[in-house]
Nanobody, 114 residues
Framework: QVQLVESGGGLEQPGGSLRLSCTASRSIFSIYTWGWYRQAPGKQREWVATITSSGFTNYRDSVKGRFTISRDNAKKTVYLQMTSLKPEDTAVYSC????????WGQGTQVTVSS
């Protein structure tokens, strides 16, 4: 069973920045596409960003230009740099492969509020 451990969330004011990290216990990490997902209270989980094995990235429209996904294959870690945060970014953020597998980590809470 692959374990995913997310960290880096917290309370941030609108316009602020946070950097999320996700480390996977997967023995083979580099060949997979990885993604960040989020789930706001009362809403379904939604895709945020993905990064392929070759480093190609893709983002949902609402975060384009504000969020940056990256990866460090040696550390088996995926990052999400979030800037210009908005209250609507408030959610629990999780990482997984893309498309996601059935297992999920605990996620990390991001709250954007003044």
């Amino acid at each position: 069973q692959v374990q995913l451990v997310e960290s880096g969330g917290g309370l941030e004011q609108p316009g602020g920045s946070l950097r999320l990290s996700c480390t996977a216990s997967r023995s083979i990490f580099s060949i997979y596409t990885w993604g960040w997902y989020r789930q706001a209270p009362g809403k379904q989980r939604e895709w945020v960003a993905t990064i392929t094995s070759s480093g190609f990235t893709n983002y949902r429209d609402s975060v384009k230009g504000r969020f940056t996904i990256s990866r460090d294959n040696a550390k088996k870690t995926v990052y999400l740099q979030m800037t210009s945060l908005k209250p609507e970014d408030t959610a629990v953020y999780s990482c997984n492969e893309a498309p996601p597998r059935d297992y999920w980590g605990q996620g990390t809470q991001v709250t954007v509020s003044s």
